[in-house]
């Protein structure tokens, strides 16, 4: 059964695969730490790389969107490609719209 770490910190998440973790689940898609997505290339783990705007204090604060689906496409797929930059190939993401992160049922 895969294991998965919760952390948007690039030092837990290093530790966290070093002690048997699988995979690597970032609430910030990589943008809380600036070594995170550099962290994983260098771990060859499978990343998940979700949607949110903010921080988990402001994020409800942010839920209007003009189109909810094409603004989270686009921003994943910008989160995706630097991924990929970082030297995490995109068959290792996983992307999550973040449902409930900045969004509501409107």
């Known amino acids: 059964?895969?294991?998965?770490?919760?952390?948007?910190n690039a030092a837990v998440a290093k530790?966290?695969?070093?002690?048997?973790?699988?995979i690597v689940?970032?609430?910030s898609?990589?943008?809380?730490?600036?070594e995170m997505l550099s962290t994983v290339a260098s771990l060859q783990v499978p990343m998940v790389l979700m949607h949110m705007r903010g921080n988990p204090?402001?994020?409800?604060?942010?839920?209007?969107?003009?189109?909810v689906v094409?603004?989270?496409a686009s921003s994943l797929?910008?989160?995706?490609?630097?991924?990929?930059?970082?030297?995490?190939?995109?068959w290792m993401q996983i992307l999550d719209?973040?449902?409930g992160f900045a969004k509501d049922f409107d």
């Open 29 to 34: 898609g990589g943008t809380h730490d600036p």
């Open 97 to 99: 719209p973040g449902i």
């Open 1 to 8: 059964v895969p294991i998965s770490i919760d952390t948007r």
């Open 70 to 72: 094409s603004e989270v």
């Open 77 to 90: 797929l910008e989160r995706s490609r630097d991924a990929e930059r970082a030297g995490i190939p995109r």
């Open 15 to 22: 530790a966290a695969i070093e002690a048997g973790a699988d």
């Open 57 to 67: 204090k402001t994020m409800q604060s942010m839920a209007e969107y003009g189109d």
């Open 25 to 27: 689940n970032d609430v």
